[in-house]
Structures are given as C-alpha cells and as structure tokens.
C-alpha cells in the first residue's frame, strides 16, 4: 500500500504552512522528514494520518493494505500517549477493543505485539513502573496491534536520553527490516534520519516546501558496518549543510516571536 502527498498546502488562518508538498511512500518503505523548527513537519503528518483536512491538495493511500490490517496509518506520539490506569497488555489491546476481532484473535496480536517490542513480561506492568523506552516501546506495540501497513512517527525518540534512543532505534530497524511495514518518520535528528530512511525529503523554512528528496545510497542493514559510517557521516553533513541556514533563521524566528 502507497501513501501519497499529492500536492499539499496548508494554511492556519493568513499562516502559510505547506506550500504544495509531493512525495510518495511506497508499501515497506521509509521515510524520514526532516526540516528546520516550524516548517510545517507536523502538520504534514497529521494531514498525511486524516487528522487534519489539507487547505489544498490531497493525502490519498493507494493499493491494497496488507492482510489482517485493521488501520492501515497508525500513529507513534511523541509522549507515548499511554493510558495511565491500564497495564501494558491493556494498553496494547486498546485499539483492538471494538473491532471484529474474536477474542482469541486479539489475545494472539496482542501477544505478538508484546514479542516484538521485547514487553511479554511486562505486559502486566502499569505504565508509571517504566522507563521512558519502555513506555515508548508500548506506544510501539500499541501501534503494532493493529497491523498498520505505515507507521506515522512524529519525533518519537525526542523524550529520550541518547543511550535510550541508540537501543529504540535498533528496535525501530529490526521492526523494519523485512519491509513489510512502512513509516512516515518526522525528526530533528539527522543521524536517526540517515539510520532509518530509505528517502529523506528535506523541507525548507515556512511554508515547508520539499527541497529536496535524497535517496539513501545503501539498504539499512548495510549501514551498521563500519565501512560505511563514513559514508552515512557524509550523507548527514550534506543534509545539514541544505538545511543549516535555514535553521538558523528558523530558531531566530522563535526567539524573535
Ligand atoms: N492548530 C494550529 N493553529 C495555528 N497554528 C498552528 C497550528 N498548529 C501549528 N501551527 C503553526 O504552524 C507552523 C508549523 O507547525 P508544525 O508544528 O507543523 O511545525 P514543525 O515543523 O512540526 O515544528 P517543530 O520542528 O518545532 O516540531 C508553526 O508556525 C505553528 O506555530
Ligand atoms: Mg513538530
């Protein structure tokens, strides 16, 4: 199943936000967007996930979602958004709540959300008993559970301290690794951009507009090795240097406000 951004512009009142964004996320792939502070990442995603109606242009998903989907575009919050009186398993089980699923059926997906994310003997933890990778590996799960064909993510490993976000994006690339699922990955953060994606669209400042898409030049299970690293090093620095003065602006814009 694609996922297209069909010319897409969005304005909050007379605030220019999107100005006629493009791109395609065919079925297992990902793919990162990255741009400076408030130009428009966001809001893309929510456009993209049906929670926001585009000013102009379309989000439309195209082909067939894979078997046994239940929501073919799943969001992955920042904030985990967890319910803090339901135990894991609760939590993972919730969006399988009024579906047609038999209730055997929704014990084995829970079950095999929970194996995925490392949490089967969590599943009876209360959220406020975890670490915050633990509780985002819940936000996963959750996610899981509902077999998306693409995961919406939008800074998903902004909340967590560096060692936390290193292990959660080795989980992230496992997850994805036999391409069955696809993701739409919003960041800052050009190395988890240039670990993860198989495209990065780059926007400018607001109105995002796409700059540029840069294709990554090795498959994901390539890019541990050390003889690539420098090659992923490199990629990154070209990314920063399309966005560098842009961001400078961007954050004096905040400051300005
Ligand atoms: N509901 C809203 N109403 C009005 N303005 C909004 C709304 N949501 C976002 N904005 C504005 O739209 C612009 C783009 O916001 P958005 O959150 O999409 O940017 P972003 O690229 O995700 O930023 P960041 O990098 O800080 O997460 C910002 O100027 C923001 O203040
Ligand atoms: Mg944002």
């Not at 006629?20 to 990255?34: L, M, P, Q, Y």
């Not at 014990?107 to 995925?116: H, I, K, T």
């Not at 936390?164 to 190395?191: C, K, P, W």
């Amino acid at each position: 199943m694609d996922l297209i951004a069909d010319h897409i512009s969005h304005c909050f009142g007379a605030l220019e936000v999107l100005d006629d964004v493009s791109f395609t996320v065919r079925a297992g792939e990902v793919v990162a967007i990255v741009g400076p502070s408030g130009c428009g990442k966001s809001t893309l995603l929510s456009i993209l996930g049906g929670l926001l109606q585009s000013s102009a242009g379309q989000a439309e998903l195209r082909g067939a979602p894979p078997a046994g989907s239940l929501n073919p575009l799943t969001f992955v919050f920042q904030d985990f958004a967890l319910l803090p009186w339901s135990t894991v398993e609760a939590n993972v089980e919730f969006p399988l709540l009024h579906t047609p699923l038999s209730a055997a059926e929704c014990r084995a997906q829970v079950d095999d959300a929970l194996r995925r994310t490392g949490l089967t003997d969590f599943r009876a933890t209360y959220p406020k008993q975890l670490s915050g990778g633990m509780r985002q590996r819940v936000g996963i799960a959750r996610a899981l559970a509902v077999r998306p064909a693409i995961l919406l993510m939008d800074e998903p490993l902004s909340a967590l301290d560096s060692q936390t976000r290193e292990l959660l994006m080795e989980d992230f690339i496992r997850l994805l690794a036999d391409g069955a699922m696809g993701a739409v990955y919003v960041t800052h953060n050009l190395e988890e951009a240039v670990r993860l994606a198989d495209r990065i669209v780059v926007l400018s400042r607001r109105p995002g507009r796409v700059r540029e898409v840069v294709t990554m030049p090795m498959t994901r299970s390539e890019r541990g090795s050390a003889e690539w690293r420098g090659k992923l090093l490199a990629v990154q620095n070209d990314l920063w240097s399309l966005i560098r003065n842009e961001a400078i602006d961007a954050e004096r814009e905040v400051q300005d406000a």
